[in-house]
């Protein structure tokens, strides 16, 4: 049979009715139990009718404005820094540009704590940077707000590095090379096209980079240490609240899940796709 030009191609259309093989659906189910039921636990074991005094306690606003102001500060960095790097990985071909590619995901499969180690050892006071930046300005890092950003930013920086270069590479060039042909200079296009054109890709990159820092815990207590209302974040404040207050801990780990399940929520339209 000779195709039509134009044509649309059949869509395939589920079967209704179609049994689910018992061999997939009791793993399946196993697998969703295993997913829920430590959130549901969570839920069920909040002391709802001491829930608003325990939220509006000093310690845990504290530990709660220091989380939402590093991990803005640590978005704001990772933007700065983190759209060009996209941006450079998705138009410029360059040698060696997937060994950076690859670099810049280094930190999605890095154990935080060793994200930790590696920042004290280039930005502790006997580091690589650290000495000198001691030495010449009195700057010290370590175990201080600024600390928490840098690890934040750290760990989190790959999220919307990967999100940025998808959209850069899911983008029309036609508009850029419109912009070139006209005497648009390569600035000028970056910012009155390209970041236009992309802007949708990199909101979704950087509230995942925001969710990536608040949530982060491992690089923070490694780097940043663990005093409060200086580098106590939410995390780190669940992790010392388990040794003396079960209570507050399930507090605090319920604003944390609720702000992830608002992210998903937000995101839904673009990073799940149903049929």
Do not use: K
């Not at 590696?118 to 030495?135: E, I, K, M, T, Y």
């Not at 790959?158 to 999100?163: G, K, N, T, V």
């Amino acid at each position: 049979m000779t195709a039509v030009p134009g044509a649309a191609a059949p869509q395939t259309r589920r079967r209704p009715g179609r049994r689910v093989p018992v061999a997939l659906l009791v793993p399946a189910g196993l697998g969703l139990l295993f997913l829920v039921l430590p959130l549901a636990g969570l839920l069920a074991r909040t002391p709802w009718a001491t829930l608003p005094q325990r939220l509006t306690a000093p310690g845990v606003l504290t530990a709660l404005r220091l989380s939402v102001q590093c991990a803005t500060l640590a978005t704001l960095l990772c933007l700065a820094c983190g759209v060009p790097l996209a941006w450079l990985l998705a138009r410029v071909e360059f040698p060696g540009r997937r060994v950076v590619r690859a670099l810049v995901t280094v930190p999605l499969v890095l154990p935080p704590v060793v994200g930790g180690v590696a920042l004290l050892l280039v930005f502790g006071r006997n580091g690589l940077l650290g000495r000198w930046l001691d030495g010449a300005f009195g700057l010290t890092l370590p175990f201080t707000t600024t600390g928490v950003v840098l690890a934040e930013a750290f760990v989190a920086m790959p999220f919307l590095i990967i999100a940025v270069e998808g959209a850069l590479r899911g983008a029309d060039s036609r508009y850029e090379e419109a912009a070139a042909t006209l005497g648009a200079s390569r600035w000028t296009t970056f910012t009155h096209v390209t970041l236009p054109l992309i802007a949708p890709g990199v909101a979704a990159g950087a509230v995942l980079c925001w969710a990536r820092a608040l949530g982060e815990f491992g690089a923070t207590i490694t780097f940043a240490g663990n005093y409060p209302g200086r580098t106590q974040t939410m995390p780190l404040a669940v992790y010392l609240a388990l040794e003396t207050d079960l209570d507050a801990a399930i507090v605090l780990s319920l604003i944390l899940l609720t702000v992830s399940v608002a992210i998903l929520a937000g995101l839904r339209d673009r990073w799940i796709t149903s049929p």
